[in-house]
């Protein structure tokens, strides 16, 4: 299929020789148009195409979603809930290990990103765990593995686009995430108490448990934790859209920062808008510009070429889906997720979906596989954040993650394996 080597080659060689993104969808989709005999189409339909796209009510939750964790990074609320996590599981052995784990599990119901999540959470956690006596590589690796689980949990961004563009009920994938995002901070924390038992990890000893330490850092994050409550169970009732819950988030981030903990002034908000303008306008561009990549690939064929191919090949739907999975753990090392799943989608879902697999949990094996490359080389974004954070070389950055990515790759071949894990909740809700 010379269309389909064109369209995906020709992209990743632009990409390589360092083009920006948006850049190279658009020059690849002229260059396709013209090899392939099909232009003559005026140039003023790629921004008729690009206006059209982002005329779209669910894309507002993106910048939404994303607002709300910029207010929530910038005042206290991660503080809060990384406190009553250490008071939650403190008194296990790798207690704050674990407390990392469940304080990027929690955040990640409000941030909706991995970056979001290092990012905010990244600093607090690293600081408190080396004043603890604890392992700056176990440290790193726990406080980037678990950042993983941002994409997973909503208000996932990710899972937000894949269901714009596979067509697929945003709310449903949302529900879908909620078991395997679980599993995997369970795993996680699997792995601490493994790294301790057989003393590859030397942890300190564990604070000993105070149920009125609990109880004061709970009084303290109570209303930080309310806000997965209203976002899942707004959702899940059907008292508001996803794109309406991003909005409910922003505003209850703006009350409880600027009303009720009065730590956000006005002129952090300007730095939230700010942040959020630009983070959100380079999502939407390369939106834009991927919806014209998208329209000429349904326009040439090749998504349903591509599920006839597949269609045809004899296989059980485990090792096809196994198949994908590691198609899609390869392409994490070198994209970002949004553009993985903005480039990859119209190609594999039809194929995906004449093979008969499930769009939702294809949904949530893809989201997750791609997820994987925030924190695997070349190109991990997170372990450039680390790497600033903890001031660790690039190399004892990506040493400390390695074995954490075990309990990641294991949740993924259990996904696969049981696809209950991300359909259940669906199917029982309605989805």
Same mark, same amino acid.
């Given at each position: 299929m010379i269309e389909l080597l064109i369209f995906v080659g020709g992209l990743l060689v632009l990409m390589a020789i360092g083009l920006p993104v948006v850049v190279a969808i658009g020059v690849t989709s002229f260059i396709a148009l013209a090899a392939t005999g099909t232009g003559g189409l005026p140039v003023e339909l790629l921004s008729l195409r690009m206006v059209q796209t982002l005329n779209n009510f669910t894309l507002l939750?993106?910048?939404?979603?994303?607002?709300?964790?910029? $207010?929530?990074?910038?005042? @206290?609320?991660?503080?809060?809930i990384f406190d009553f996590a250490a008071a939650l599981v403190g008194f296990t052995r790798g207690g704050l290990g674990h407390a990392n784990v469940v304080a990027s599990s929690i955040f990640a119901t409000m941030s909706g990103t991995a970056v979001a999540d290092a990012a905010g959470l990244g600093s607090i956690e690293i600081k408190a765990m080396k004043e603890r006596g604890y392992e700056p590589g176990y440290s790193t690796g726990i406080t980037a593995a678990s950042s993983v689980i941002g994409p997973i949990l909503p208000p996932s961004i990710a899972l937000v686009v894949y269901g714009w563009l596979a067509n697929v009920s945003i709310g449903g994938l949302f529900m879908a995430g909620l078991l395997p995002g679980i599993l995997m901070a369970l795993l996680l924390m699997g792995m601490t108490v493994l790294? @301790?038992?057989?003393?590859?990890v030397v942890m300190p000893e564990p604070i000993p448990f105070d149920a009125c330490e609990v109880a004061r850092t709970g009084k303290r994050a109570i209303l930080p934790l309310m806000m997965p409550a209203i976002i899942v169970g707004g959702i899940w009732g059907g008292f508001f859209t996803p794109t309406e819950a991003g909005a409910i988030a922003s505003l209850y981030a703006v009350i409880?920062? %600027?009303? $009720?903990?009065?730590?956000?002034?006005?002129?952090?908000?300007?730095?939230?808008? @700010?942040?959020?303008? #630009?983070?959100s306008a380079v999502i939407l561009l390369i939106i834009a510009v991927s @919806?014209?990549?998208?329209?000429?690939?349904?326009?040439?064929?090749?998504?349903?070429?591509?599920?006839?191919?597949?269609?045809?090949?004899?296989?059980?739907?485990? !090792?096809?889906?196994?198949?994908?999975?590691? =198609?899609?753990?390869?392409i994490g090392c070198f994209m970002s997720v949004i553009e993985s799943i903005l480039i990859f989608t119209p190609i594999v879902v039809p194929a995906a979906l004449s093979a008969g697999l499930d769009p939702v949990h294809f949904g949530i094996v893809m989201v997750i596989t791609l997820s994987v490359?925030? $924190?695997?080389?070349?190109?991990?974004?997170?372990?450039?954040? #680390? !790497? %600033?954070?903890?001031?660790?070389?690039? %190399?004892?950055?990506?040493?400390a993650i390695?074995? =954490?990515?075990?309990? $990641?790759?294991?949740t993924i071949l259990l996904l696969i394996a049981v696809p209950g894990l991300a359909t259940w909740l669906p199917d029982m809700m309605g989805y």
């Open positions: 939750a993106i910048p939404l979603f994303i607002l709300a964790a910029n $207010i929530m990074n910038i005042g @206290s609320t991660t503080t809060r790294l @301790s038992v057989t003393g590859k409880l920062g %600027g009303l $009720i903990y009065r730590d956000l002034k006005w002129r952090d908000l300007y730095r939230a808008f @700010s942040r959020t303008l #630009m983070f @919806s014209f990549y998208g329209w000429i690939l349904v326009r040439m064929g090749i998504p349903q070429a591509l599920a006839g191919q597949v269609a045809s090949i004899e296989m059980p739907t485990f !090792v096809l889906l196994l198949c994908f999975a590691l =198609f899609f753990l390869l490359g925030v $924190i695997t080389p070349p190109f991990g974004t997170v372990l450039f954040l #680390m !790497v %600033g954070i903890t001031r660790l070389r690039y %190399g004892q950055v990506v040493t390695m074995p =954490f990515l075990l309990p $990641i790759i294991a």
